[in-house]
């Protein structure tokens, strides 16, 4: 599966921005899908998820702000980001695991290249 995700950019705080992310696979339906980052010097968070079925998942520090969607048609999932705030910058990342389900980094097989998010203050 390969992805290909867009739509980053820099954006002052309080500001939004809508990532996109598309998917070679034809079983993207049957995919969990999930948006990282990851900042210089530390580890990829996870940021929010999405299941095969749509439940979704968020991490406390964005929930409320951010909203995670899908279409399955279009092989693409999105990150809405709203009221963003500087420790939102970061490089996103979009990903897929054949799983359906995962809250874990470590379940997600495919990954796509990142795309910067620059929030300032």
């Known amino acids: 599966v390969q992805l290909q995700a867009c739509g980053g950019g820099q954006v002052q705080a309080g500001g939004f921005l809508k990532l996109a992310c598309t998917a070679s696979?034809?079983?993207?339906?049957?995919?969990?899908l999930a948006w990282y980052r990851q900042t210089p010097g530390s580890q990829r968070e996870l940021v929010a998820m999405?299941?095969?079925?749509?439940?979704?998942i968020y991490t406390d520090s964005v929930k409320g702000r951010f909203t995670i969607s899908r279409e399955n048609v279009e092989k693409r999932v999105y990150l809405q980001m709203d009221s963003l705030k500087p420790e939102d910058t970061a490089v996103y990342y979009c990903?897929?695991?054949?799983?359906?389900?995962?809250?874990?980094?470590?379940?997600?097989?495919?990954w796509g290249q990142g795309t910067q998010v620059t929030v300032s203050s």
């Open positions: 999405i299941s095969n079925v749509g439940t979704t």
């Open positions: 990903n897929a695991a054949s799983l359906g389900s995962s809250w874990h980094i470590m379940d997600y097989e495919y």
């Open positions: 696979s034809n079983a993207f339906g049957a995919y969990a």
